[in-house]
């Protein structure tokens, strides 16, 4: 059953799409951070408070979106724009929940944070992209980046997670027309 009951999609503009994304995205991230997430966070990182959890979590995370966004949409100027709204209207979201201040250049810590995951999954080195891309993770939360089975862990929930983005992905894009 898809998310909407929709009979016929829906027209949309990349601006609509990519602000119905965030809040989506965004309401899952907080229903999900506290009961699922932060115990297992806590047991990786090391010296890391709750609120520097959760901005890492959500940065991984949106990284995660990205991917699964860019794979549909196969990299389209279309796909860009989405993002680009995806990317602002999540930033406006995570400071109107008080997550980020407003002091903080959220989109400029973000593309830094996108890079950062970027590069770690173009890492050509045994054992895999995954391994790296985990390791960046949990460095980042100043956890012990050598222990394999945080590193295990990660992986694996990187791999749930890329699916089930893309399924989502592909349910959401069933019921509109991006119209731009």
Known sequence: MSLFDFKNKQKSSSEQFGKLLAEIFS???IEDFEEKILPWLTKMANNSDKTTLLREWIFFEMFLMVNAVTAYFKGSNKCFQILDFF???????FKHLGIFNEDLDFLSLLKSRYVSYSNALKETQPPGELHWVSKKLISNLKGNDKDIANIMSVASYYTNISIANKNFINGLIENFKITD
Request: charged share 20%; net charge neutral.
């Open 27 to 29: 309401k899952h991230i």
């Open 87 to 93: 990317n602002q209207f999540c930033g406006e979201n």
